[in-house]
T-cell receptor, first 114, second 114 residues
Framework: DAGITQSPRHKVTETGTPVTLRCHQT?????MYWYRQDPGHGLRLIHY???????DKGEVSDGYSVSRSKTEDFLLTLESATSSQTSVYFC?????????????FGPGTRLLVL | SQKIEQNSEALNIQEGKTATLTCNYT??????LQWYRQDPGRGPVFLLL?????KEKRKERLKVTFDTTLKQSLFHITASQPADSATYLC?????????????FGQGTTLQVKP
């Protein structure tokens, strides 16, 4: 998985609790992304980062926030988890912008919100 | 509205035959298109990238075509093997510069029977 780890790999939580997912890379890639994958919707971009402290919203950013204080770490936070955020979350990295470079994905985090 | 569509029905073929998967898009003008493979419980893995000025790209048993007039890409696996069974995702870039992002189709599941 191209030097990308995600933690935790599985999590069960209750509605209304905060949840933070971590993505860690050892490739020193500039760009990092968070996606969610749901049946019938495919992969959808939540947030992405084009450098330390530089982040932007994706297609489905409501209810999510991100932070990137170091090149290697990109955190995704669900401030108050809802059942609609039950999903599989993937982190991805790329060396340059998606325009010229492929993305490498982590193993995913399976999140269940009860 | 903008759409990227892949056949949601699984494709079942016999070992040794050629599998052909389709990716259609509307209201996008991507500079390039990518194909990824995803196995159950794992993150997508990059396979091929084809640019708008390329009609065809090959890699071993894989071949991708890109028709910007038809707004369609075809993905072929020749001499298919049971190990090729997986879900295949197409993705195109939307936007440019720091706003360039990959948009994924929902994927087509390929099942190769021995």
């Amino acid at each position: 998985d191209a030097g990308i780890t995600q933690s935790p790999r599985h999590k069960v939580t209750e509605t209304g609790t905060p949840v933070t997912l971590r993505c860690h890379q050892t490739e020193n890639h500039r760009y990092m992304y968070w996606y969610r994958q749901d049946p019938g919707h495919g992969l959808r971009l939540i947030h992405y980062s084009y450098g330390v402290k530089d982040t932007d919203k994706g297609e489905v950013s409501d209810g999510y926030s991100v932070s990137r204080s170091k090149t290697e770490d990109f955190l995704l936070t669900l401030e108050s988890a809802t059942s609609s955020q039950t999903s599989v979350y993937f982190c991805a990295i790329s060396g340059r912008l998606a325009e010229q470079e492929t993305q490498y994905f982590g193993p995913g985090t399976r999140l269940l919100v009860l | 509205s903008q759409k990227i569509e892949q056949n949601s029905e699984a494709l079942n073929i016999q070992e040794g035959k050629t599998a052909t998967l389709t990716c259609n898009y509307t209201n996008y003008s991507p500079a390039y298109l990518q194909w990824y493979r995803q196995d159950p419980g794992r993150g997508p893995v990059f396979l091929l990238l084809i640019r708008e000025n390329e009609k065809e790209k090959r890699k071993e048993r894989l071949k991708v075509t890109f028709d910007t007039t038809l707004k369609q890409s075809l993905f072929h696996i020749t001499a298919s093997q049971p190990a090729d069974s997986a879900t295949y995702l197409c993705a195109l870039v939307h936007g440019s510069g720091n706003t360039g992002k990959l948009i994924f189709g929902q994927g087509t599941t390929l099942q190769v029977k021995p």
